[in-house]
């Protein structure tokens, strides 16, 4: 649909529930073959680049995401904050950027506009939580706004 576009995956909390338990939120890879459609991926977490590639291809292996998720670039915030710079930067020729992630200490204060906020997975993690379809729906109705304006 947008593939000027580049959408920046929390993964503690918002993907998986974290990164010592790695229990996958529901609809996960629903969701991710989803927001595909809207743009590239990439992976925004402050969890360590080696312990990333280990979960990505952990994930894989149990089949809880699609293949190319072990593929996904990541990028890994210096501080505490995610900010849209470190995005633009990875991919300076997108002309949308976007950030799906549980906490929103992690976003500058100047920065709402590319803050895609969901909900922290949390236990008791239920398998009936909607969160990532939710947030898909809500992603895809805000691309298509944006792209009328």
Same mark, same amino acid.
């Given at each position: 649909?947008?593939?000027?576009? +580049?959408? !920046?995956?929390?993964?503690?909390?918002?993907?998986?529930?974290?990164? #010592?338990?790695?229990? =996958? /939120? *529901?609809?996960?890879?629903?969701?991710?073959?989803?927001?595909?459609? $809207?743009?590239?991926?990439?992976?925004?977490?402050?969890?360590?680049?080696?312990?990333? %590639?280990?979960?990505?291809?952990?994930?894989?292996?149990? &089949?809880?995401? *699609?293949?190319?998720?072990?593929? $996904?670039?990541?990028? &890994?915030?210096?501080?505490?904050? %995610?900010? %849209?710079?470190?995005?633009?930067? &990875?991919?300076?020729?997108?002309? &949308? @950027? @976007? $950030? #799906?992630?549980?906490?929103?200490? !992690?976003?500058?204060?100047?920065?709402?506009?590319?803050? #895609?906020? #969901?909900?922290? @997975? +949390? =236990? =008791? @993690?239920?398998?009936?939580?909607?969160? $990532? +379809? /939710?947030?898909?729906?809500?992603?895809?109705? %805000?691309? +298509?706004?944006?792209?009328?304006?």
């Amino acid at each position: 649909m947008m593939n000027n576009t +580049l959408i !920046c995956l929390d993964l503690e909390g918002t993907l998986i529930s974290n990164a #010592i338990s790695q229990i =996958p /939120r *529901p609809d996960l890879y629903a969701f991710l073959t989803k927001v595909a459609e $809207l743009g590239s991926l990439v992976l925004f977490t402050s969890v360590s680049p080696d312990r990333t %590639k280990q979960i990505q291809q952990l994930l894989v292996a149990e &089949h809880v995401v *699609p293949a190319w998720f072990n593929d $996904l670039q990541a990028i &890994h915030p210096s501080g505490t904050k %995610k900010p %849209k710079s470190q995005a633009i930067e &990875h991919a300076p020729a997108a002309s &949308h @950027y @976007y $950030l #799906i992630d549980d906490q929103s200490q !992690c976003i500058e204060a100047s920065e709402n506009d590319w803050w #895609i906020p #969901i909900e922290e @997975y +949390l =236990p =008791p @993690y239920r398998s009936d939580d909607q969160e $990532l +379809l /939710r947030v898909a729906e809500f992603t895809q109705q %805000k691309l +298509l706004r944006e792209a009328k304006s």
